[in-house]
Every structure is written in structure tokens, then in C-alpha cells.
């Protein structure tokens, strides 16, 4: 086998490559044998070549050993026999082209880290049916499965991110499809052509859905779209003849041309409610749409939207619409009824063709100008509104409509186009403007019942045509005028016929007043009453927010006065003035009763209904009696004496009134005494006095004691004294208060400590009692506490806190008693001390102690070391020099008010062998370790800090040999060596 015979090239030898000679060329192979069947790769190459195996048709399977780790672009290109290969582990990425066309590739397992697939890497493998992806695949580019026919099932696995446009084009039996969580983005035709998908689950994270993504899924009829979707492209679900129902997200605000176009069993769509433009062709040919919503943000619907949706009949358009573009609603055959907004603008040509079903149209007064066909062949039409400042009618614009009896044409009309109400058959009379110029070429032909057309005079062009195969059409107008010259010219019938013009207008009354929410016709009288003029009144409001006014009837919303005019054209106008009454319904007050405290003053407020009515009266106020209250012409009542009345307003014939109650409040209490001493178990009873004595404020005592320990008191005001202090005792009745000072005296003979002698450490503390006579506490507050020597102790709030080691006396007094007891203070002791071990070699201490203490070393009682404060990790180092082998050290921790405590440790030796040369099976119950040490030391093995088997001694030529039970492989065995004097060694081994 030649593996190219250009470039520089070097020779590869004793290697076999299906027994050939082999050149390798930089980095890749060209096979040139096309008879190879099977291949052996050599060890030493670690990459396949551009296109290596590029057209080698007779290869039928091929293993790829672990010393390939990279597969350049087109390996495997065109390999039409290749039905199995087993790819290297190490191989991570699978480049463009690598197994394009090999057309019996039938099922391949991908190593475990593959990241990629390139661009066309399995295209047009027809028969391939099976491929188990990597759980490292990041990326699929662009049509890597394209034209695989007999792929049914994929899993994408969720490590993938990115998946490129036509990835699975034609994938012809594709079925079932996993997408992965984390892709974003759908793109273009990735599953375009795969006719067998029936169902699929987007991804929650998908945003954007690309161009023709599902484009000819036509089996498809279930999707279920992510909530956060923003995009979906053009023709994303074209030709899904299927798919029946769709859930477009509110989060989508643009969505491309044709969509849905051809999905025939399309029946139900909802539309975001942020979208503003239906793109063209969206539900083109949408034959089993009936009805649709469209959103109210939506403002132009783009031609042919909905061309050919023959089952839709009704649809709601939003308010907002300003555009329908052409051929929108052509062919919706069943189309019974459509609003257009106020707010559209423009009509698109063929707009409504064939709508054979429409009956009735609005055209709003926004639209300036008609196109072409826009009603063609809408022959249930009968009621049309054309906007009021249209000027042509366009070609063909109602042709066909055999349902349209009349139509009112605007005053400003200038021309009729061709063919613009052609084969209307139902059309009998017809009366064109003033403002009409032109009838173009079989404008009116066919309308075979149209019997009369009234022509003005200023018309001066109708084609000869304009009325063929009209039998029964009679021309009307002035004599000699252009319509009878036109008459006898093309040999049709002609009447005279008078246009008596509107010489003014006037309405019937010049003022009228109506209230709020009225509505009325005003009556216009023309002059003469008799024209026949064609004209158009215009109504208008100098205030619409007051009256609006729409064909002479007027609505009023608010009070106020304002003009109505009517007009017709620029000089004839007539005006009436119209004012609004709101007339008052009904007056009351905020409260219905109120209650004041003599003396004092309020205004009561008077409510109307409705608050903004038109009666200008004044109220009237009155007091039923003065005695009690007064009341002045605002509203403001005044509290003379207690008692009840009632104040009344009047006005417009309403009236109102509040019942007034006039009280004389409390204003003060009193006890007869405001200091009391008493004695333990005395009893007084407290007299109270009211200010004043004929208050009409319900009195009820509340009682209470500041500190009920030293008395108490009832609800008939008598205190009884318990124990000796000074307390408060308080009544209180509607915010006012009276209170009495309490002073109770001591009846304590002897004082004495609850305890004969106190123990404490130092920092330590104790609360202390002292008891009376009969063994009963003394309140601490009445104790006053002192100490012979304060440097040892010192008492707050009670508590005796030790201060420092020694011995002194704490005193009490309660009044003129007094009690001591001893207080012996000692030192704590220190709980941890930890001294780790020593090496002879070096030179610092380390171990735990308690926060605060110092610590130091010393040998021979001569101090060898700074001195460490611990900190709070409890942790102490001290420096100290090299000591020799077996010296002992003294380290003192001591800390102020602990005991001082000392550790004795020794310089210890380290070892400086300690190795493990084999582990062997002696038999099936027992092992041998054996390795080198220090001699007369002692050897242990453990598991997990358990001894396992008997110590050993280290010989003197330094060797050992220990023996242990069976110990399943693969577990951890420590051993430790140990000698006095030395640092223990410690050595880790797995058993084999």
C-alpha cells in the first residue's frame, strides 16, 4: 500500500499495514489499494491523515487502536462498504467529512470524550440506525446527520450547547428526538424533511427558533415551546400538515414570514400578546383555521397572512391596526364578518377576494385610498361604508359583488376605475357625487337590474363601455348637459332631472338645557326643504369632554355650557348653545351624631349629592335649643351647656340634621392624702374626691401598687402594709390620675448569711443571701454590703466576686443589724497542657494551652527558651537550641490566678532508616514483610489503629522480618517503629 507518493515523506519500518509497504506523509495516510479489505494501524502513528482513506470502498470494518489521537478532516470520506469501526478512546473530536458517505455505516459507539462533531461528518449515511453519543459532546455542526435515512432515535445528551444549522436535514425516519437542556438556540432547517416526527419537547431554555427548523415535519402534531422563548424564524413550521394546535409564548415578540403556511389541519393558534406585526404568508393556506385573536399590540398584517384559510370565519383585529397588506384575506371563503378599526390605513390589493360568505364592511374614515380587487367576488356583500374623503374607486374594486343593492358614494369622489362594480347584479339605482370626474372602461358593465344612475353636471369623461350589457339603464341629468350629450351618443334612455342645490341650513333651537348623561336629538332644517342636493353635514362640539356630538344627537358627560354647530361644506352653518345641569339630589352631614365637651367648638361639614351639582341656594342652619348648642350660618357649632339637641340644614327643599350631646367632662382627681407611713401590717383606706362633683363622664377606679411586695391595695382604696420599703400606690380614671407615696418600716430583729463560710476561685462569683430572725430572705435592696480587704474581693448587685488568692471577711447591714462571714479565695487550675514530643535536632517547643497563659522552658532550672503568650488557637512555640539525645526539659505554663503547672519531656533520637524491601505470600493464611530499620527496635503492624499479628525486633545487621495473618489485597497496613529514646517512624504500605 502507497500512502502518497508527494511531498516529503519518511518510511515507516517494521510496522504492517495489511502487509504493504507503508509511507507516511507528514501527519496523514492516502490509501491507494481501493481492493483493501482490512487494515492494521501501527503503533507508533498517533494520527490518521487528511482524507486517509479517502474512496477505499472494500473496507468493511476497521479498528482504530488507543495510539491514534487525532482523525483528521475526511478520514474516512466515501468508505461505501464500511458497516463497523471502533474509534480509539483517546480520540476527542470528530472532524468535517470524517465518514461522509459511507453508506452501510449501520450503528457506532463514540469514545467517551468526544467534544465534537464536525461539519458533514456522518452526511449521507443512508443506513445508518443507531449512534450512542459521547456525555462530553459540547457541539454538532453544520448537517452532521444530514440525509441519514434510517436514523429513528437520537439522545443528545445534556453536555451539548450547540447544535448547528441542517444537523439533521432529511433525517427522513427520525421519530423520537431528546434535545439537550442547555441549548439555547434551534437552527436553521435542523430538523427540516423529517417527515416521521410526530411530537417533540423544546428545551425550556431555547429563545430563538431559526428559519425552516421543522420545515415539511409533516407528521408532526404536537410541540410543546418553552415559556422564554423571543423568536421563532420564517417558515419554522411550513408544510406541518399535521400539526393541529400551538401555543405561541408571550415572551415572543417577532415571528418570520410563513410560520404555518400549508399546516392544512391547523385549527387553533394563540399569538403572543407582545407581538406588532403578522409577517406575510403567516397562515397561508391554513384550511382548517376557523378562528383566530389577533393581539391588540399587533399594527400591520403583512400580505397574504391568511390567503387561503377557506374555513375561518371570524377573526378579531386589534384597535391599533393601521395596515392589512394584499391578498390578507383572499380565499376565506367563510369569512361571515370582520371590524375594521378606526385606526387602519391602508388596504392592500385582493385584501378581501373571493370572501364569498362576507356580508357587511366598514371601511374606517383613516383609509385614503382603495386598491385594486380588494372586494372581488365577495358576492354576499350588501351593506358597504365607504371612508368619507375616498376619490377613486379602483379597477375590479367591487366586481363580482352580485349581492350589493346600493351603495352611498363619498362626496368627494373623483373617478370610478375599470371594471370597479362590474357583474354587480343586484345593484338597481345609483347616484354619483358632484365632485366625480371620470367612469372608466366597464365600470357599471353587467349590472343587469341597474335601471337608474343620476350623472352632475361637472362630470366631462364616461367610457363608452362603462354601461355595457346594462338592459335597463336609464341616464339622469340636467338637459344638454355632458350626461345627455353621453346618452344619445352611446343610444341609452335619458331623463331630465333637476338638481335643487342647499342653499343654507339652520338648527331648530338655539339654546337648549339638558342634565348630565341626557342624550337629544337636534333637529336641522334645511332651506329649501325640498333639495335634493347631495351633501354631508359635519357636527361638531366646541367642548367634547362636556357634549359630544355624532349625526346631530348630543351627548352630555359634565356640567358646562358649550356651541354645537352643524356645517355643510364652507359657508353654510348653523349653531345652538347647550348648557349642562347637574341638579342637587340630596344633602347629609359626615356623622349623623356628634358629641362635644362644653365650651367647646366644631364645624359640621355638609355633604351634596353630587358633589359638583349646579344649585346655587344658601343652607339654612338651626339649633333646637341655643341652651345646649349654637350653630352660625357655616356650619360651626358651639357647646354652651350639658344636655342634648339637634342641629338641622335646609337647602333646595333637602335637609339634614345631627343629634348634639354636650357633656361636662372630668377634669381632675384627689386623694385626702399624698404621703403615708405605716408600720408591717397596718391598713388605711384612701379618700378620693372628683373636680367636678357633676361630671358626666362614667367613673370607674383602676387601683395599683408600684412594688405589691411592700403593700397592697383593694378596690375600695385600702392599702395594707407587707414588708418594709417605699412604694407608689395609684387610681386612675379617664387619663386622670391621683397617687400616695408609701412608706413601710422594717420589722427585722437579726440579720445572718444563709451560709457560715464562703469558698471561691478566683474569677469565680456567687450571689448572696442574707436571712432574718425567722430564716426568711431580707430583700437585697435593703442589705448594704462591705469587705475587709477588697483586693481579694468585691461585691456588686449582690454578687461576691473573687478577685485573688487570700483569706478576708464580707459584712452586711439592714438599718442598724449587722452579720459577717469568712471568705477564703484559692487559685484554679490549668486543664489543658499538651507538650508535644521533642527531636533532638530541633529547636522549637510546641503544644496546646489556655488562652492567656505564658509558657517557658527550662533545663537544669537555667530557662533555655523566650517565653510565648498563647493566643486564641490555644496553640504555644518556644525557641529554644538543639538539645542532646535523652536531656530532659522542664516546660512551665502559669497564667494569674491558676496554679503554675510543668511537663518533664526528653530529647528524642530520629530514626534514620526505616524501609520495606518485599511483601511475599507464604501460604495461604499468613504473609512476610520484610525491610530495614534501626537495630533493637521494635516493629507493630496495624489496620486502621488495630494491631494486627506480633511485634518484631530489628536485628543488629539492621534487617527484619515480620510475619502476619492473610490480609485481603489493596488494604492499607501501617507500620510503626519504635525504640526508647526515639521518635516514633511510621510507614504506609498496600498489600498486593
Same mark, same amino acid.
Given at each position: 500500500?502507497?500512502?502518497?507518493?508527494?511531498?516529503?515523506?519518511?518510511?515507516?519500518?517494521?510496522?504492517?499495514?495489511?502487509?504493504?509497504?507503508?509511507?507516511?506523509?507528514?501527519?496523514?495516510?492516502?490509501?491507494?489499494?481501493?481492493?483493501?479489505?482490512?487494515?492494521?494501524?501501527?503503533?507508533?502513528?498517533?494520527?490518521?491523515?487528511?482524507?486517509?482513506?479517502?474512496?477505499?470502498?472494500?473496507?468493511?470494518?476497521?479498528?482504530?487502536?488507543?495510539?491514534?489521537?487525532?482523525?483528521?478532516?475526511?478520514?474516512?470520506?466515501?468508505?461505501?462498504?464500511?458497516?463497523?469501526?471502533?474509534?480509539?478512546?483517546?480520540?476527542?473530536?470528530?472532524?468535517?467529512?470524517?465518514?461522509?458517505?459511507?453508506?452501510?455505516?449501520?450503528?457506532?459507539?463514540?469514545?467517551?470524550?468526544?467534544?465534537?462533531?464536525?461539519?458533514?461528518?456522518?452526511?449521507?449515511?443512508?443506513?445508518?440506525?443507531?449512534?450512542?453519543? #459521547?456525555?462530553?459532546?459540547?457541539?454538532?455542526?453544520?448537517?452532521?446527520?444530514?440525509?441519514?435515512?434510517?436514523?429513528?432515535?437520537?439522545?443528545?445528551?445534556?453536555?451539548?450547547?450547540?447544535?448547528?444549522?441542517?444537523?439533521?436535514?432529511?433525517?427522513?425516519?427520525? !421519530?423520537?428526538?431528546?434535545?439537550?437542556?442547555?441549548?439555547?438556540?434551534?437552527?436553521?432547517?435542523?430538523?427540516?424533511?423529517?417527515?416521521?416526527?410526530?411530537?417533540?419537547?423544546?428545551?425550556?431554555?431555547?429563545?430563538?427558533?431559526?428559519?425552516?427548523?421543522?420545515?415539511?415535519?409533516?407528521?408532526?402534531?404536537?410541540?410543546?415551546?418553552?415559556?422564554?422563548?423571543? /423568536?421563532?424564524?420564517?417558515?419554522?413550521? #411550513?408544510?406541518?400538515?399535521?400539526?393541529?394546535?400551538?401555543? &405561541?409564548?408571550?415572551?415572543?415578540?417577532?415571528?418570520?414570514?410563513?410560520?404555518?403556511?400549508?399546516?392544512?389541519?391547523?385549527?387553533?393558534?394563540?399569538?403572543? $400578546?407582545?407581538?406588532?406585526?403578522?409577517?406575510?404568508?403567516?397562515?397561508?393556506?391554513?384550511?382548517?383555521?376557523?378562528?383566530? %385573536?389577533?393581539?391588540?399590540?399587533?399594527?400591520?398584517?403583512?400580505?397574504?397572512?391568511?390567503?387561503?384559510?377557506?374555513?375561518?370565519?371570524?377573526?378579531?383585529?386589534?384597535?391599533?391596526?393601521?395596515?392589512?397588506?394584499?391578498?390578507?384575506?383572499?380565499?376565506?371563503?367563510?369569512?361571515?364578518?370582520?371590524?375594521?378599526?378606526?385606526?387602519?390605513?391602508?388596504?392592500?390589493?385582493?385584501?378581501?377576494?373571493?370572501?364569498?360568505?362576507?356580508?357587511?364592511?366598514?371601511?374606517?374614515?383613516?383609509?385614503?385610498?382603495?386598491?385594486?380587487?380588494?372586494?372581488?367576488?365577495?358576492?354576499?356583500?350588501?351593506?358597504?361604508?365607504?371612508? @368619507?374623503?375616498?376619490?377613486?374607486?379602483?379597477?375590479?374594486?367591487?366586481?363580482?359583488?352580485?349581492?350589493?343593492?346600493?351603495?352611498?358614494?363619498?362626496?368627494?369622489? $373623483?373617478?370610478?376605475?375599470?371594471?370597479?362594480?362590474?357583474?354587480?347584479?343586484?345593484?338597481?339605482?345609483?347616484?354619483?357625487?358632484?365632485?366625480? !370626474?371620470?367612469? +372608466?372602461?366597464?365600470?357599471?358593465?353587467?349590472?343587469?337590474?341597474?335601471?337608474?344612475?343620476?350623472?352632475?353636471? !361637472?362630470?366631462?369623461?364616461?367610457?363608452?363601455?362603462?354601461?355595457?350589457?346594462?338592459?335597463?339603464?336609464?341616464?339622469?341629468?340636467?338637459?344638454?348637459?355632458?350626461?345627455?350629450?353621453?346618452?344619445?351618443?352611446?343610444?341609452?334612455?335619458?331623463?331630465?332631472?333637476?338638481?335643487?342645490?342647499?342653499?343654507?341650513?339652520?338648527?331648530?333651537?338655539?339654546?337648549?338645557?339638558?342634565?348630565?348623561?341626557?342624550?337629544?336629538?337636534?333637529?336641522?332644517?334645511?332651506?329649501?326643504?325640498?333639495?335634493?342636493?347631495?351633501?354631508?353635514?359635519?357636527?361638531?362640539?366646541?367642548?367634547? $369632554?362636556?357634549?359630544?356630538?355624532?349625526?346631530?344627537?348630543?351627548?352630555? /358627560?359634565?356640567?358646562?355650557?358649550?356651541?354645537?354647530?352643524?356645517?355643510?361644506?364652507?359657508?353654510?352653518?348653523?349653531?345652538?348653545?347647550?348648557?349642562?345641569?347637574?341638579?342637587?339630589?340630596?344633602?347629609?352631614?359626615?356623622?349623623?351624631?356628634?358629641?362635644?365637651?362644653?365650651?367647646?367648638?366644631? /364645624?359640621?361639614?355638609?355633604?351634596?349629592?353630587?358633589?359638583?351639582?349646579?344649585?346655587?341656594?344658601?343652607?339654612?342652619?338651626?339649633?333646637?335649643?341655643?341652651?345646649?348648642?349654637?350653630?352660625?350660618?357655616?356650619?360651626?357649632?358651639?357647646?354652651?351647656?350639658?344636655?342634648?339637641?339637634?342641629?338641622?340644614?335646609?337647602?333646595?327643599?333637602?335637609?339634614?340634621?345631627?343629634?348634639?350631646?354636650?357633656?361636662?367632662?372630668?377634669?381632675?382627681?384627689?386623694?385626702? @392624702?399624698?404621703?403615708?407611713?405605716?408600720?408591717?401590717?397596718?391598713?388605711?383606706?384612701?379618700?378620693?374626691?372628683?373636680?367636678?362633683?357633676?361630671?358626666?363622664? %362614667?367613673?370607674?377606679?383602676?387601683?395599683?401598687?408600684?412594688?405589691?411586695?411592700?403593700?397592697?391595695?383593694?378596690?375600695?382604696?385600702?392599702?395594707?402594709?407587707?414588708?418594709?420599703?417605699?412604694?407608689?400606690?395609684?387610681?386612675?380614671?379617664?387619663?386622670?390620675?391621683?397617687?400616695?407615696?408609701?412608706?413601710?418600716?422594717?420589722?427585722?430583729?437579726?440579720?445572718?448569711?444563709?451560709? %457560715?463560710?464562703?469558698?471561691?476561685?478566683?474569677?469565680?462569683?456567687?450571689?448572696?443571701?442574707?436571712?432574718?430572725?425567722?430564716?426568711?430572705?431580707?430583700?437585697?435592696?435593703?442589705?448594704?454590703?462591705?469587705?475587709?480587704?477588697? @483586693?481579694?474581693?468585691?461585691?456588686?448587685?449582690?454578687?461576691?466576686?473573687?478577685?485573688?488568692?487570700?483569706?478576708?471577711?464580707?459584712?452586711?447591714?439592714?438599718?442598724?443589724?449587722?452579720?459577717?462571714?469568712?471568705?477564703?479565695?484559692?487559685?484554679?487550675?490549668?486543664?489543658?497542657?499538651?507538650?508535644?514530643?521533642?527531636?533532638?535536632?530541633?529547636?522549637?517547643?510546641?503544644?496546646?494551652?489556655?488562652?492567656?497563659?505564658?509558657?517557658?522552658?527550662?533545663?537544669?532550672?537555667?530557662?533555655?527558651?523566650?517565653?510565648?503568650?498563647?493566643?486564641?488557637?490555644?496553640?504555644?512555640? &518556644?525557641?529554644?537550641?538543639?538539645?542532646?539525645?535523652?536531656?530532659?526539659?522542664?516546660?512551665?505554663?502559669? +497564667?494569674?490566678?491558676?496554679?503554675?503547672?510543668?511537663?518533664?519531656?526528653?530529647?528524642?533520637?530520629?530514626?534514620?532508616?526505616?524501609?520495606?524491601?518485599?511483601?511475599?505470600?507464604?501460604?495461604?493464611?499468613?504473609?512476610?514483610?520484610?525491610?530495614?530499620?534501626?537495630?533493637?527496635?521494635?516493629?507493630?503492624?496495624?489496620?486502621?489503629?488495630?494491631?494486627?499479628?506480633?511485634?518484631?525486633?530489628?536485628?543488629?545487621?539492621?534487617?527484619?522480618?515480620?510475619?502476619?495473618?492473610?490480609? +485481603?489485597?489493596?488494604?492499607?497496613?501501617?507500620?510503626?517503629?519504635?525504640?526508647?529514646?526515639?521518635?516514633?517512624?511510621?510507614?504506609?504500605?498496600?498489600?498486593?
Amino acid at each position: 500500500m502507497i500512502l502518497s507518493q508527494r511531498l516529503k515523506y519518511k518510511y515507516l519500518e517494521d510496522q504492517n499495514l495489511n502487509n504493504k509497504n507503508v509511507l507516511i506523509l507528514d501527519s496523514f495516510i492516502s490509501c491507494m489499494n481501493k481492493k483493501t479489505e482490512n487494515i492494521n494501524i501501527p503503533k507508533n502513528i498517533n494520527t490518521i491523515g487528511y482524507r486517509c482513506f479517502y474512496d477505499c470502498t472494500n473496507i468493511k470494518s476497521l479498528y482504530i487502536p488507543p495510539n491514534i489521537y487525532n482523525i483528521e478532516k475526511g478520514a474516512f470520506y466515501n468508505c461505501k462498504s464500511l458497516e463497523k469501526i471502533e474509534l480509539s478512546e483517546n480520540v476527542s473530536v470528530l472532524k468535517p467529512d470524517t465518514f461522509y458517505n459511507c453508506v452501510n455505516l449501520k450503528n457506532i459507539t463514540l469514545p467517551s470524550n468526544i467534544t465534537s462533531i464536525g461539519e458533514k461528518c456522518f452526511c449521507n449515511c443512508e443506513n445508518l440506525e443507531e449512534i450512542n453519543l #459521547s456525555y462530553k459532546l459540547e457541539k454538532i455542526d453544520n448537517s452532521a446527520f444530514k440525509n441519514c435515512y434510517n436514523l429513528t432515535f437520537i439522545v443528545l445528551p445534556n453536555s451539548v450547547k450547540y447544535i448547528e444549522k441542517n444537523a439533521f436535514f432529511n433525517c427522513l425516519n427520525l !421519530k423520537n428526538v431528546i434535545l439537550p437542556d442547555n441549548i439555547s438556540i434551534l437552527e436553521s432547517c435542523l430538523f427540516a424533511n423529517c417527515e416521521k416526527i410526530d411530537k417533540i419537547n423544546i428545551p425550556q431554555n431555547v429563545v430563538k427558533i431559526k428559519d425552516l427548523a421543522f420545515f415539511e415535519c409533516s407528521n408532526l402534531n404536537e410541540i410543546n415551546l418553552p415559556k422564554n422563548l423571543l /423568536h421563532i424564524g420564517s417558515r419554522v413550521f #411550513s408544510n406541518c400538515s399535521n400539526l393541529q394546535i400551538i401555543n &405561541l409564548p408571550n415572551t415572543i415578540s417577532s415571528i418570520g414570514q410563513g410560520i404555518f403556511s400549508n399546516c392544512i389541519s391547523l385549527s387553533k393558534v394563540n399569538l403572543p $400578546n407582545k407581538l406588532t406585526y403578522i409577517p406575510s404568508s403567516t397562515f397561508i393556506n391554513c384550511g382548517n383555521l376557523e378562528y383566530i %385573536d389577533i393581539p391588540k399590540t399587533v399594527k400591520q398584517i403583512d400580505n397574504s397572512a391568511f390567503c387561503g384559510c377557506s374555513n375561518l370565519k371570524s377573526i378579531n383585529l386589534p384597535e391599533n391596526l393601521q395596515s392589512i397588506g394584499s391578498d390578507v384575506f383572499s380565499g376565506c371563503e367563510n369569512l361571515e364578518n370582520i371590524i375594521l378599526p378606526h385606526s387602519l390605513k391602508n388596504i392592500g390589493s385582493s385584501a378581501f377576494y373571493n370572501c364569498k360568505t362576507l356580508s357587511e364592511i366598514n371601511i374606517p374614515n383613516n383609509i385614503s385610498g382603495l386598491n385594486s380587487l380588494t372586494f372581488y367576488n365577495c358576492s354576499s356583500l350588501n351593506k358597504v361604508k365607504l371612508p @368619507k374623503t375616498l376619490k377613486r374607486i379602483p379597477d375590479s374594486c367591487f366586481s363580482n359583488c352580485t349581492s350589493l343593492e346600493k351603495i352611498n358614494l363619498p362626496e368627494e369622489l $373623483n373617478y370610478i376605475d375599470a371594471y370597479a362594480f362590474s357583474n354587480c347584479t343586484s345593484l338597481k339605482e345609483f347616484r354619483l357625487p358632484k365632485s366625480i !370626474k371620470r367612469i +372608466k372602461e366597464y365600470a357599471f358593465s353587467n349590472c343587469t337590474n341597474l335601471s337608474k344612475i343620476i350623472i352632475p353636471n !361637472k362630470i366631462r369623461s364616461i367610457s363608452n363601455s362603462a354601461f355595457e350589457n346594462c338592459p335597463n339603464i336609464v341616464i339622469c341629468g340636467e338637459k344638454n348637459s355632458y350626461a345627455h350629450k353621453y346618452a344619445i351618443a352611446n343610444n341609452l334612455k335619458f331623463e331630465e332631472y333637476e338638481f335643487i342645490n342647499l342653499r343654507d341650513i339652520s338648527i331648530k333651537d338655539t339654546f337648549i338645557s339638558i342634565l348630565k348623561n341626557e342624550e337629544r336629538k337636534l333637529d336641522l332644517i334645511l332651506h329649501p326643504e325640498n333639495t335634493n342636493d347631495i351633501f354631508k353635514v359635519k357636527w361638531k362640539s366646541s367642548d367634547e $369632554n362636556i357634549v359630544s356630538v355624532k349625526d346631530g344627537i348630543i351627548k352630555s /358627560h359634565n356640567i358646562g355650557v358649550v356651541t354645537i354647530s352643524a356645517s355643510v361644506g364652507h359657508n353654510k352653518v348653523a349653531k345652538c348653545i347647550v348648557q349642562v345641569e347637574l341638579p342637587l339630589e340630596n344633602i347629609y352631614f359626615e356623622t349623623d351624631n356628634l358629641t362635644l365637651n362644653k365650651d367647646d367648638s366644631k /364645624h359640621l361639614k355638609l355633604e351634596c349629592f353630587p358633589k359638583n351639582h349646579t344649585c346655587t341656594e344658601t343652607p339654612i342652619w338651626i339649633s333646637s335649643d341655643e341652651n345646649i348648642a349654637k350653630v352660625d350660618s357655616k356650619g360651626n357649632i358651639y357647646a354652651i351647656d350639658k344636655g342634648y339637641c339637634t342641629i338641622t340644614c335646609t337647602l333646595n327643599n333637602k335637609s339634614a340634621s345631627c343629634d348634639i350631646t354636650v357633656d361636662l367632662p372630668l377634669k381632675e382627681i384627689r386623694f385626702d @392624702k399624698t404621703t403615708l407611713n405605716l408600720k408591717c401590717n397596718d391598713l388605711y383606706k384612701l379618700n378620693i374626691s372628683y373636680i367636678p362633683e357633676n361630671t358626666t363622664d %362614667d367613673i370607674a377606679l383602676n387601683w395599683s401598687c408600684m412594688d405589691s411586695s411592700i403593700a397592697s391595695i383593694d378596690n375600695s382604696g385600702t392599702i395594707k402594709a407587707l414588708n418594709a420599703g417605699t412604694t407608689v400606690v395609684t387610681a386612675s380614671t379617664n387619663n386622670k390620675i391621683a397617687t400616695c407615696i408609701v412608706t413601710v418600716k422594717s420589722s427585722i430583729s437579726e440579720i445572718k448569711f444563709k451560709e %457560715d463560710k464562703l469558698n471561691l476561685k478566683v474569677d469565680d462569683s456567687k450571689c448572696l443571701e442574707i436571712v432574718d430572725q425567722n430564716n426568711n430572705k431580707v430583700e437585697p435592696q435593703l442589705v448594704n454590703w462591705n469587705i475587709s480587704d477588697k @483586693k481579694i474581693a468585691k461585691i456588686e448587685n449582690n454578687n461576691l466576686i473573687a478577685i485573688s488568692e487570700g483569706t478576708t471577711v464580707v459584712i452586711a447591714q439592714v438599718e442598724n443589724l449587722l452579720a459577717a462571714c469568712i471568705l477564703n479565695v484559692s487559685l484554679k487550675k490549668i486543664r489543658l497542657f499538651d507538650v508535644n514530643y521533642l527531636k533532638c535536632s530541633a529547636n522549637i517547643i510546641t503544644g496546646k494551652g489556655i488562652v492567656g497563659a505564658t509558657v517557658k522552658a527550662f533545663k537544669d532550672e537555667q530557662m533555655i527558651s523566650d517565653t510565648c503568650v498563647i493566643g486564641q488557637d490555644k496553640r504555644f512555640l &518556644l525557641n529554644i537550641d538543639p538539645q542532646d539525645a535523652g536531656s530532659e526539659i522542664k516546660v512551665e505554663i502559669s +497564667k494569674n490566678g491558676y496554679e503554675t503547672r510543668e511537663e518533664i519531656i526528653t530529647a528524642l533520637y530520629e530514626f534514620d532508616v526505616f524501609s520495606v524491601d518485599s511483601i511475599e505470600n507464604i501460604d495461604p493464611n499468613h504473609i512476610s514483610i520484610s525491610g530495614k530499620g534501626c537495630s533493637e527496635s521494635y516493629i507493630r503492624a496495624y489496620i486502621k489503629n488495630t494491631q494486627i499479628g506480633k511485634a518484631c525486633v530489628v536485628n543488629s545487621n539492621g534487617t527484619f522480618n515480620m510475619y502476619l495473618p492473610k490480609i +485481603k489485597p489493596d488494604t492499607i497496613v501501617t507500620l510503626k517503629m519504635r525504640k526508647t529514646n526515639y521518635v516514633t517512624a511510621n510507614k504506609n504500605i498496600i498489600i498486593p
